[in-house]
């Protein structure tokens, strides 16, 4: 049955005579691969080098801080509902007398936990969040844990810090 | 007596220092396998361990050491134990003969000749202890009790007498050349740039493929063929038994390297060598030459990791084709045109040029030949067809 | 001396082991190392090229192909005992006739030790010397068994060969 018109009936002839002694083809095989032996390296030594991801690359989540360095989250949950993967999980707290410079808003999130082996990171939370707290960071990749213990990233590892502030491109 | 001991001493340290550069090269020819690998498949390869990871063979073989050696419960214990270790004895016991060096004055009237002992049967004895190479390989996959061991053990014994032929035909042009068995008579033979690839080119092409095919190595390697035999013969070692088997080969890569530079390069000849040796005396040229001939083995193995590394994998019927009926044949001619070429030679009053002149143009002729007879044969079948 | 005495009882060693082995592998590997201990002998005599012509031919190629034939039985089958009491009386002839050659060619033997100066020569193993007596005293049976050969390797060659019309597998 003839499925289009982009059939190509390939023709093999007999070998030539050059191609049956095979010498010119291998020495022709070695040259192109002298010249790859030449060329520049395509792969790069990772954890000393490190390639530019890209303004949208998505990586290391983090909490903001606004300017005055209240954090931004109000634990809605809208990050945790938008989670394909239910890697996000919060217990939210009313902000006391006195918190005003920690929190911005009257509900804070107490706990606030990624569970980085569930993460996909496909950047919906940031995308759900209404007060603009949560980011992928585009320069930072999530470091690489050794233990089970290890993955779930608390806000000890999540929230800005202020001597360090992330920027993106388009904010400065 | 007291001259005696000395060159006993004397060898004995020759034969320490041989033992410790072909285990050296043998060493680093498994990372530079991985270097040159990298390199031609525009990656970085291995560089972890220590300055551009050249102490990576140390890993390696820490690593070797350290994993768990494994006998297959129904295997043949012993033989399971002595095949890897008679893969390693053949592969090192050839270097004996390969002359190494012209002789070190080492004052006193001691000359010590940097070679392990010259018999007058040299090439033979190479020759024999290749054949015995297959030994390690046929017994340890039988010892395994495993198909595919077998399999490889087979494939390795039927491949190796194959071209066991072909190369001592084209060995057989050379010892017509030199007129000796002798290695060291055959390096002398070829002093002053009068290097036998001149003289025999077609059997140096016979040579190289036989020897690629003698080492097991890619196109070749059959054998161990991963995509049809797992691992080949190799496939229940495991820990430093393992080890010994890829290091044979690559000893046995090394060495065959020294043996075409012998047979075909001038062994430890070297462009300028008289020069040398009114300048700065008789044993820096010797050593220098000891060098010399390292290098030209050390490039025959880049060359063999070269071909490794751009080669497909033959299949095991185009193997036995290509070695019957297409090496076998060739190096016949070979012998019958190397006869052709010594005898203008002797016409000729030994004019050197002449039996170069005659044995390319042989292989010229040779080619048109077989062009022309291709041709009408294709002819022949076009007409049979329309 | 004591070194041939030493080689001698290895190769007789070995050789017995070859008959009373039960693993056919392992009389081939026995019979190896008879080929081995049988070129040191040859060594011994200044023979150096038979020593080396042994080991590739025998010890290299020929029964490489033994071992090879061998490893394709399958050695766990129990075999019926093929030994009938006809082979085994063949056997016992054969060997006892054997037994006596033996026995009479050694008492003919010259035990006594002495070389004859005038005939002995240290070179007569070397290739050189056997060369020329190949190539002048024998050379037509030398080359018709060089004849003999080159036409079994052609056939081996034709063999080889596939047919024009033949399946390429």
Redesign the interface.
Same mark, same amino acid.
Do not use: D, S, Y
């Given at each position: 049955m003839k499925l289009s018109n982009k059939t190509k009936v390939l023709e093999q002839g007999e070998m030539t005579f050059a191609e049956r002694i095979y010498l010119p083809a291998i020495v022709g095989g070695m040259g192109t691969t002298l010249k790859h032996f030449f060329s520049k390296k395509v792969t790069i030594r990772y954890p000393e080098q490190k390639r530019y991801l890209g303004p949208v690359f998505r990586g290391h989540h983090i909490l903001k801080r606004d300017e005055q360095g209240a954090e931004r989250c109000t634990a809605c949950g809208l990050c945790a509902v938008a989670c394909p993967a239910e890697a996000i999980s919060m217990v939210a707290d009313e902000r006391k007398k006195g918190e005003e410079h920690l929190y911005r808003e009257e509900k804070y999130a107490k706990v606030y936990e990624i569970n980085m082996l569930r993460c996909i990171f496909c950047g919906l939370c940031e995308e759900a969040c209404p007060k603009q707290a949560i980011y992928l960071q585009h320069d930072k990749m999530v470091p690489v844990f050794e233990d089970r213990s290890e993955v779930i990233f608390g806000k000890d590892k999540l929230v800005e810090d202020m001597n360090n502030r992330y920027l993106r491109e388009g904010w400065k | 007596m007291e001259i005696t001991s000395t060159l006993f001493t004397a060898k004995a340290i020759y034969v320490g220092v041989i033992f410790a550069i072909t285990l050296g090269v043998a060493a680093y020819s498994t990372y530079f396998e991985r270097i040159i690998a990298a390199f031609m498949q525009d990656r970085v390869g291995p560089d972890r361990a220590g300055p551009f990871g050249i102490l990576q063979p140390l890993a390696d073989a820490v690593k070797m050491f350290m994993k768990e050696d494994f006998i297959p419960s129904q295997s043949s214990k012993w033989l399971f134990i002595v095949a890897p270790c008679l893969s390693m004895l053949t592969a090192l016991m050839t270097s004996a003969v390969v002359p190494f060096g012209d002789k070190l004055d080492l004052g006193g009237g001691l000359m010590l000749d940097l070679q392990g002992v010259d018999v007058n049967i040299g090439i033979l004895w190479v020759f024999g202890i290749v054949s015995l190479g297959v030994y390690g390989i046929l017994v340890g996959g039988w010892a395994s009790n495993n198909k595919y061991s077998l399999l490889g053990a087979i494939r390795a014994a039927s491949q190796n007498i194959s071209y066991e032929l072909a190369m001592g035909l084209s060995i057989i042009a050379i010892l017509m050349l030199s007129g000796s068995l002798s290695t060291k008579t055959i390096v002398e033979t070829q002093q002053n740039g009068h290097w036998n690839i001149l003289y025999q080119p077609l059997g140096f092409v016979i040579f190289i493929v036989c020897a690629f095919a003698e080492c097991n190595r890619t196109p070749f390697d059959l054998p161990e063929c991963e995509t049809e035999l797992i691992g080949g013969y190799h496939t229940e070692y495991s820990s430093m038994k393992l080890g010994f088997y890829l290091f044979s080969e690559y000893i046995n890569m090394f060495i065959s390297g020294a043996v075409m530079a012998t047979l075909y390069f001038g062994g430890y000849d070297y462009p300028g060598h008289d020069f040398i040796h009114d300048k700065f005396g008789n044993n820096v040229a010797a050593l220098l030459g000891v060098g010399a001939l390292i290098g030209k083995a050390l490039i025959f193995v880049f060359i063999f990791m070269w071909v490794r590394w751009t080669l497909p994998r033959f299949r095991y019927d185009q193997l036995m084709s290509l070695g019957w009926t297409g090496l076998i044949p060739l190096s016949m001619f070979n012998v019958v045109l190397t006869g052709t070429s010594m005898l203008f030679t002797v016409n000729e009053g030994g004019s050197n040029w002449y039996t170069v002149a005659v044995s390319w143009a042989g292989i010229v002729v040779m080619l048109v030949v077989t062009y022309l007879y291709n041709e009408s044969q294709y002819k022949k079948k076009k007409l049979a067809v329309g | 001396m004591n070194f041939w005495y030493f080689l001698t009882a290895l190769t007789l060693l070995s050789a017995l082991m070859v008959v009373l082995s039960k693993?056919p $592998?392992h009389s081939v590997?026995y019979l &190896?190392f008879t080929f081995f201990c049988i070129s040191g002998h040859y060594v011994l005599l200044n023979a150096? @090229?038979l020593? /080396?012509?042994n $080991? &590739?031919v025998y !010890?290299? !190629?020929i029964m490489? =192909?033994f =071992? @090879?034939v061998i #490893? #394709?039985m399958d050695l766990r089958k129990n075999m019926p005992d093929s030994k009938t009491t006809l082979t085994k009386l063949a056997g016992a002839i054969l060997g006892g006739t054997l037994l006596v050659i033996m026995v009479a060619a050694s008492r003919k033997m010259d035990l006594s030790g002495q070389v004859m100066p005038e005939t002995f020569s240290s070179q007569t193993g =070397? &290739?050189?010397s056997l060369g020329k007596i190949l190539y002048r005293d024998y050379v037509l049976p030398f080359e018709l068994v060089s004849i003999l050969f080159f036409v079994a #390797?052609v056939g !081996?060659?034709m063999l080889?060969?596939?047919e /024009?019309g033949e399946r390429n @597998?």
């Open positions: - | - | 693993n $592998i590997l &190896v150096q @090229f020593m /080396a012509v $080991i &590739v !010890a290299g !190629a490489v =192909l =071992l @090879f #490893m #394709m =070397l &290739v050189e #390797m !081996a060659v080889g060969k596939r /024009a @597998f």
